[in-house]
């Protein structure tokens, strides 16, 4: 049995944002339950060279949908990663969510095989075939940002645990 890129990809999405989703959610509450000011929890980092909570979650909502519109062929849509707030991230993600869901499994048909250019910078320029755009790019790099907001925010004292990271799949 094969897998097809569409089950490799969107039902992975839509598990991890949904665990985030629920991570923020808790984060939030415990920041209420403590008074402590929720910028704390959003611009916290794991390193001083290293993004805030803010900049992971809006990476890996930019990775989800991206990876995802690249694979069917349609454009990737852009959004203005303007979010300060739980509220508004929540928001993103959600947006993220439907438009990933929205992306009918007939749309990555022949995709481990298409061509995907990166172009991050120029002169920059990166060719991969789908499937190892998914597996080798695509996929780890949304990992780190889920993992790296996880690791922030269990770092500054948030109760989450692997279960919480793995979400309901």
């Known amino acids: 049995m094969t897998l097809s890129i569409h089950s490799a ?37 794991l390193f001083p060279d290293m993004f805030p909570l803010l900049r992971q979650v809006q990476i890996a909502c930019d990775f989800a949908k991206g990876v995802s519109a690249r694979l069917a062929d349609v ?7 303007k979010e300060r707030s739980f509220a508004e991230l929540q928001a993103l993600i959600a947006k993220t969510q439907t438009f990933i869901d929205g992306l009918e499994p007939a749309l990555f048909e022949g995709a481990q095989d ?24 695509g996929l780890p790099q ?28």
């Not at 298409?114 to 991050?120: F, N, S, T």
């Not at 780190?144 to 690791?151: D, E, G, K, P, S």
């Open 114 to 137: 298409r061509e995907i250019v990166l172009r991050p910078g120029t002169p920059k320029e990166r060719r991969f075939g789908g499937q190892d755009y998914l597996t080798h790019y």
């Open 9 to 45: 990809c969107v039902p992975v999405f839509k598990q991890l944002l949904g665990s985030l989703s629920e991570i923020l959610a808790r984060t939030e509450a415990h920041a209420g339950e403590r008074k402590i000011d929720p910028d704390a929890y959003l611009q916290a980092r």
């Open 75 to 81: 454009d990737v849509p852009v959004y203005d990663d």
């Open 142 to 169: 949304f990992f780190f940002h889920v993992t790296t907001a996880y690791a922030i925010l269990r770092s500054n004292g948030v109760e989450i645990g692997k279960r919480d990271f793995m979400g309901k799949y």
